[in-house]
């Protein structure tokens, strides 16, 4: 069993598009994160919600757009893509109450925009 | 200057070698220490975990935590070909309804057979 799975893995696009990428988990977490991974392996947070409500927002240009229909699902939307926007994007969840928090991560979205 | 800093590597040992991974970090808020490794095409694992300083040991890996010195350590022992990886450090202080994570920017280690 997947414990948090993303589509599509592989993302080509051209510039200017308008592009989602989903993300469900079936750990039972109350938290979710979008991160991203450059091409130097330098892994960022980009957005975290809890039960829904948006709680770590960093300094992302609001073309981004994070969604969070439901406590098991999270996604993110890009608008007018960019060159650099082309990263790996992971999600990852997390139990927010106690014990160590572990952040389990998914296998990723690899992003091209041409 | 990065909140997390990092030695990008890569490194290559041979096998059964003795590892050594570290960061340094600049914000004493940090409480959180913990190393994920990340192979090639797939998300980040937790490898370790530790809270505030000290030791802490797991089969062949060995996390250590100076806050003092704000520097931390991962060694992995008789280290084998399937350790090849990148391995992230990753820390967080305390309290916030999400575990805040600030990440190292990994270090490829290659074991050579």
């Known amino acids: 069993d997947t414990a948090v799975s993303q589509t599509p893995k592989y993302l080509v696009t051209q510039m200017g598009n308008d592009k989602s990428i989903k993300c469900e988990q079936n750990?039972?977490?109350?938290?979710m994160y979008w991160y991203k991974q450059d091409s130097k392996k330098f892994l960022k947070i980009m957005f975290s919600?809890?039960?829904?409500?948006?709680?770590i927002n960093e300094t992302v240009p609001n073309r981004f757009s994070p969604k969070s229909p439901d406590k098991a699902h999270l996604n993110l939307h890009i608008n007018s893509l960019e060159l650099g926007d082309s990263a790996v994007y992971f999600c990852?969840?997390?139990?927010?109450?106690?014990?160590?928090?572990?952040?389990?991560f998914g296998p990723g979205t690899r992003l091209l925009v041409l | 200057q990065k909140e997390v800093e990092q030695d990008p590597g890569p490194l290559s040992v041979p096998e059964g070698a003795i590892v050594s991974l570290n960061c340094t970090y600049s914000?004493?808020?940090?409480?959180?220490f913990m190393w994920y490794r990340q192979y090639s095409r797939k998300g980040p694992e937790l490898l370790m975990y530790t809270y505030s300083s000290g030791n802490k040991e797991d089969g062949r890996f060995t996390a250590q935590v100076d806050k003092s010195s704000k520097y931390i350590s991962l060694f992995i022992r008789d280290s084998q070909p399937s350790d090849s990886a990148t391995y992230l450090c990753a820390m967080s202080p305390l309290s916030g309804s999400a575990r805040q994570l600030t990440f190292g920017s990994g270090t490829q280690l290659t074991v050579l057979p």
């Open positions: 750990l039972g977490h109350d938290t």
């Open positions: 914000n004493s808020a940090f409480q959180y």
């Open positions: 919600y809890n039960n829904k409500e948006l709680i």
């Open positions: 990852a969840s997390s139990q927010a109450s106690g014990g160590q928090q572990t952040q389990y």
